[in-house]
């Protein structure tokens, strides 16, 4: 291995979500500002008080993927493979070529194969323990996701899943990223995939944190959430490696930021925050002033929000750039999250957009002056480096750094 | 990659708590309720209190005690008082705690109403949660990481070490592996057929300190063992020998890596030996790599089956025996899982 650390680059996103499957369509509805948020389907959602989410509509992972069979994967599993397998195709790379080289996946989750646990717990309550699938029982593992990538694309190298929670998919890319640039992996493709379930629909709505009908990142009058789902990963390889096959790159990876609270497990914290923001600036070699777009972790909560802001003000003072979340659009898909908004950063440094915050009505002004967060449809932007959030439960939290390739 | 020193080690097992724990007799099993017919290895009943104080402790799960005290241990044992930023986490676990998980899976559906779910015990249901609640009760600010990885997830998580040490992404890690037994979890093994009748069904958490090899020696800080190389990778389908190929020359590169030849391996800490199907695959991969089948050591006999833990345990096993002045000096520690996950560890005992 080399000590030279070599640059990396996002040459193939997969995208499967609520507002588009595949890279294309997913940033078309980025554009537009259109919201994938609808009535749950997945399970029912009788008795409870809000029953909106942001449900993938009519998955069909047979229709995406090419090598594993469905049926023997749960579906964030499902997620990742496809979503894994429309990266391979966007980057157009021979897959014989990816499944003979040092290649492997870091995929990201909160809730793991959650749709799985909720089909046990069910058989459980209904049955009793005995009377469990042992078949579903090994389906569980949240590690099943990066092995359903791995199985999916016949890669030999690791299949390393990281449930860092709501941070996970900046995690991911940021642990592919120092794999790729030692020198441990050649390809790696790095993200994130999380399922709607009822335990977290529950959860979250017992702390208070779920909107009623739509997400409204920093309105005024937000009030939360919506849970959603989805899988996302990125082609990451050395920039001569896309240099020699002609690939078209997307944006180098410059750096990443990852540090803990260590105060609390839900309750995000402003000062480490705006540690993780500098600690990412410094590992891309970069400062506040260079920075075109921050795709917010924005989730729509009151606290979330407001913390967010205040933490970006610490670093960046009266000069903060664009801000946006795409959550508004999506709703959380957890695990997915930030990899959803690295696909964003990547899209809007290719077509010059600045993503919005759809159902934006007013920002709340508490938030401070100046603020701006590109509300309801996106606009046109020249963009050169972007700045991706993701915080989660346990004080994780993940920013990475991406740039125009010149 | 340079290696890493392992200076420390914090152990809560079916033994009971401590590394030393594991040289006393085994303590009368604890039983519990609703559990399949085959043996268990439970942690012994401890007050969390005791080690932690009282303050906040209500609404931990189980398997967060496990990793509070593990890490306890660790720090306690290490005797270095550093600066928390530079400290961090990196835990093994590739399902959380299943228990805690299921409790609020199960109230939405035997409650009157499917959100009385309790909102203090959510928090415990996301993977890093374990992770999480180390860094908080410890004030380890630095890099906190979770890994998954089945039966190999102990060695993806001194994978991501290696890697966060070489990126200077923390000076300090707390690195190991937790895993906790429930009924539900001792059902699906039980069911699975993945192990052998007689095998326990154990649980338990593992955590060693570790550093850069050179700072470590720099600052003077005992030395148990230096991890030399972490290799992994996957293998999809196939039969026994194309798997146990995978994992040959996972061992070969590995030891290619640490500059050490097959002949100067001592001592193999299994893994695979009570999982039918697999431990003929690892005996396999040990021989083609070794050419010779070197001393071995069992320590899921002892402990019971440990899964996201077992790499740990499997570590565990050898600092137990150099504390106690075995005379061996390089250890392979293979891993292999039914997902298709393999990898291995080598480390050698300090001159």
Known sequence: ?406 | MRPLAITSCGLVSAAGLGLAALDHPEPAPRPEADLPPRPMRLVPEFSLADHIGKRGTKHLDRMTAFGLVAAKLALADDGAEENGARTGVVLATSTGSVRSLAAIARDTLVQDKPYQVNPAHFPNTVMNSCAGQIAIWHGLRGVNATLAGGQVSSLFAFRYARTAIGQRLADRLLVGGVEEASPAVAWAWHKSGALRADTAVGEGCALVAVEDAERAAERGRPILAHLLACEVGYHHGGDRTSMAGALASRVERALSRSGVRPDEVDVVSLGAHNHVGLDRIEQRAVLAALGRQPRVLRIADRLGETYSASGMMQLVALLREWARGGADRVALIPSVGRDGNLGCLVVRRPA
């Open chain 1, 1 to 406: 291995m080399s000590d030279q650390a070599r640059r990396v680059v996002v040459t193939g996103l997969g995208v499967v979500s609520n507002i588009g499957v595949g890279a294309e369509a997913f940033a078309e509805s980025l554009r537009a500002g259109r919201t994938g948020t609808s009535p749950i389907a997945s399970f029912d959602p009788a008795g409870f008080p809000v029953t909106m989410a942001g449900e993938v509509p009519g998955f069909d992972p047979a229709a995406l993927v090419e090598h594993i069979e469905p049926a023997r994967w749960g579906r964030s599993g499902q997620f990742a493979a496809a979503a894994a397998r429309l990266a391979v195709r966007d980057a157009g790379i021979d897959p014989e070529l990816l499944s003979r080289a040092n290649a492997g996946s870091i995929m990201g989750t909160t809730g793991g194969e959650s749709t799985v646990m909720q089909k046990l717990t069910e058989q459980w309550v209904r049955d009793g323990l005995p009377a469990i699938d042992p078949a579903l029982a090994g389906q569980a593992p949240a590690s099943q996701i990066a092995t359903a990538v791995n199985s999916e694309l016949r890669l030999t190298g690791e299949a390393q899943t990281v449930p860092t929670a709501c941070s996970a998919s900046n995690f991911a890319i940021g642990y592919g990223y120092d794999l790729v640039r030692t020198g441990e992996a050649d390809f790696i493709l790095a993200g994130g995939a999380d399922s709607v379930n009822r335990a977290t629909h529950a959860g979250f709505f017992q702390l208070g944190a779920l909107a009623e009908d739509l997400c409204r990142p920093f309105d005024a009058e937000r009030t939360g959430i919506l849970t959603a789902e989805g899988g996302v990963a990125l082609l990451l390889e050395p920039l001569t490696s896309a240099v020699g096959r002609g690939a078209t790159i997307y944006a180098e990876v410059l750096g990443y930021g990852v540090n803990c609270d260590a105060r609390h497990m839900v309750n995000p914290d402003a000062a480490s925050i705006a540690e993780c923001i500098r600690l990412a600036h410094e590992a891309a070699g970069i400062g506040p002033a260079d920075v075109d777009y921050i795709c917010a972790h924005g989730t729509g909560t009151p606290t979330n929000d407001a913390t967010e802001i205040a933490a970006v003000r610490k670093v960046f003072g009266d000069e903060v750039p664009p801000i946006s979340s795409i959550k508004s659009m999506i709703g959380h898909s957890m695990g997915a999250a930030s990899g959803l908004g690295a696909v964003a950063c990547c899209k809007a440094l290719e077509q010059g957009f600045l993503p919005p915050t759809a159902n934006l009505r007013r920002t709340d002004p508490a938030l401070g002056p100046d603020l701006d967060c590109v509300p309801g449809r996106s606009r046109p932007a020249r963009l050169d480096i972007v700045q991706n959030h993701g915080f989660a439960f346990g004080g994780n939290n993940a920013i990475t750094i991406f740039g125009r390739v010149s």
